[in-house]
C-alpha cells in the first residue's frame, strides 16, 4: 500500500498536535502514551492506540517521540530495546545535547537509528510549514523521511552529530527565557510607578526589534575575538547597568537580575576590559567560577 504512516509516542499537548497534522494528512497513526486515556479523544479522530510499547515500535519505520525529556523516553523505550531494530527515531524531546549523543549510540546498538529534533514552536505551530525544527544524526535518515517530518513543521538539518539540534535548541532557548524574564523584570519596575504593561507595550517592542542589529553588529568582532571600546565601553556599561540596579531596588522590586549583569560586567572590569566593549565579557563566560 501507498498509504503513509507512522507512529507517535508521547501524547502531552505537543505529541497530540502532531498527531492531528498527521491525521489531518491522512496518514495512518499509530500512538502510544503512558497514560493510555490521553489517546481516547485521538482514536476517535483515527488513530490506533498501540497495546504496548513493543507494538507502537514495531508498526512503522518512524516513531516521532514528544516527551517531557529524555528520562522519559528511556522509561518508554526500555521496555521493548529490542524492537527498535530498523526503526528511525525522530526524538523530539528537549534535553541536553549530552544527553542526545547518548541516546544516539544508544538506539544505534539496539539497532535503530536516532534523530534528535529541536521544535521551535509551540503545539498550535505543529503542522504549519513556517514553524521551524532543528534535526541532527543520519542524514540518510533524515531526508527518507523528511516529507513526514515536515507534515510537522519546516526543517532545518544541523548536522550529523546528534548533539547538534539538542544544542541549537537549547542556545535559543538561552537568549529566549534571559530576554523575556527582563521584560517581566522590567515590567515589575514600570508598575511600582504605576506603568502598565499595555503601556509600555510599544517601548518594549521597540528596544526588542533593535536587538537583531545589535546582534549582527557584534558577530563578526566576536567571531574574530575582537572587543574595541570604539562604540561602547565596559566602564560606561558598569555605570549604565547600577543606574538599573540602583532603579530596580529603589522602586522595591528584586535586583538578582540586572544584579547579575553588573556582577559580570564587574569581574570583566577587574580583569582588566574596562575600555574594551561589553562583548569582553565572553572571557568572563569562558572561565567559569560557578
Ligand atoms: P509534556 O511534558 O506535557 O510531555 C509529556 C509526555 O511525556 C506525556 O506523554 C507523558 O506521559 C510523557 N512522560 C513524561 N514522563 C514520563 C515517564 N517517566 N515515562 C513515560 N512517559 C513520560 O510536554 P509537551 O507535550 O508540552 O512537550 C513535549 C516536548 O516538546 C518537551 O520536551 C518540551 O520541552 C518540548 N517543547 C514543548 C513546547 C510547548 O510549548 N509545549 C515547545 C517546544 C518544545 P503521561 O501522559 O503519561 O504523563
Same mark, same amino acid.
Given at each position: 500500500t501507498s498509504k503513509?504512516?507512522?507512529?507517535?509516542?508521547? @501524547?502531552?499537548?505537543?505529541?497530540?498536535?502532531?498527531?492531528?497534522?498527521? &491525521?489531518?494528512?491522512?496518514?495512518?497513526?499509530?500512538?502510544?502514551?503512558?497514560?493510555?486515556? %490521553?489517546?481516547? !479523544? $485521538?482514536?476517535? !479522530?483515527?488513530?490506533? $492506540?498501540? =497495546?504496548?510499547?513493543?507494538?507502537? $515500535?514495531?508498526?512503522?519505520? $518512524?516513531?516521532?517521540?514528544?516527551?517531557?525529556?529524555?528520562?522519559?523516553v528511556h522509561a518508554v523505550l526500555e521496555q521493548a530495546p529490542h524492537a527498535l531494530r530498523g526503526r528511525v527515531v525522530a526524538n523530539l524531546s528537549s534535553d541536553t545535547p549530552e544527553k542526545a549523543r547518548e541516546a544516539a549510540k544508544?538506539? #544505534?546498538?539496539?539497532?535503530?537509528?536516532? @534523530?534528535?529534533?529541536g521544535v521551535q514552536c509551540p503545539p498550535s505551530g505543529i503542522g504549519d510549514p513556517d514553524s521551524a525544527t532543528f534535526y541532527s544524526g543520519s542524514?540518510? #535518515?533524515?531526508?527518507?523521511?523528511?516529507?513526514? &517530518?515536515?507534515?510537522?513543521?519546516?526543517?532545518?538539518? %544541523?548536522? !550529523?552529530?546528534?548533539?547538534?539540534?539538542?544544542?541549537?535548541?537549547?542556545?535559543?532557548?538561552?537568549?529566549?527565557?534571559?530576554?523575556?524574564?527582563?521584560?517581566?523584570?522590567? @515590567?515589575?519596575?514600570?508598575?511600582k510607578h504605576g506603568i502598565s504593561a499595555a503601556e509600555f507595550l510599544p517601548y518594549a517592542q521597540s528596544t526588542a526589534a533593535s536587538l =537583531?542589529?545589535?546582534?549582527?553588529?557584534? #558577530? =563578526?568582532?566576536?567571531?574574530?575575538g575582537e572587543h574595541p571600546g570604539d562604540v561602547d565601553r565596559l566602564a560606561m556599561g558598569v555605570a549604565s547597568v547600577e543606574h538599573i540596579v540602583h532603579t530596580t531596588r529603589d522602586s522595591g522590586i528584586d535586583s538578582t537580575l540586572p544584579g547579575a549583569v553588573l556582577d559580570l560586567f564587574r569581574r570583566a572590569v577587574e580583569d582588566g576590559h574596562a575600555e574594551d566593549s561589553f562583548t569582553s565579557v565572553t572571557d568572563v563566560f569562558r572561565n567559569p567560577v560557578v
Open positions: 503513509q504512516s507512522v507512529t507517535v509516542i508521547g @501524547l502531552g499537548p505537543m505529541g497530540r498536535a502532531m498527531v492531528r497534522a498527521y &491525521l489531518g494528512k491522512g496518514y495512518d497513526v499509530t500512538v502510544w502514551n503512558r497514560t493510555a486515556s %490521553r489517546a481516547g !479523544e $485521538l482514536v476517535t !479522530e483515527g488513530a490506533t $492506540l498501540a =497495546p504496548s510499547v513493543e507494538a507502537a $515500535l514495531t508498526a512503522n519505520e $518512524l516513531v516521532v517521540l514528544s516527551m517531557t525529556d529524555y528520562d522519559a544508544w538506539v #544505534a546498538g539496539h539497532g535503530g537509528t536516532h @534523530l534528535t529534533g542524514e540518510e #535518515a533524515f531526508e527518507r523521511h523528511r516529507a513526514a &517530518l515536515e507534515v510537522l513543521t519546516g526543517t532545518d538539518f %544541523r548536522g !550529523e552529530d546528534p548533539g547538534l539540534a539538542a544544542l541549537y535548541y537549547q542556545i535559543m532557548m538561552d537568549i529566549f527565557w534571559t530576554g523575556v524574564v527582563s521584560y517581566v523584570h522590567a @515590567l515589575a519596575v514600570a508598575d =537583531p542589529n545589535f546582534y549582527a553588529f557584534y #558577530a =563578526p568582532r566576536i567571531d574574530a
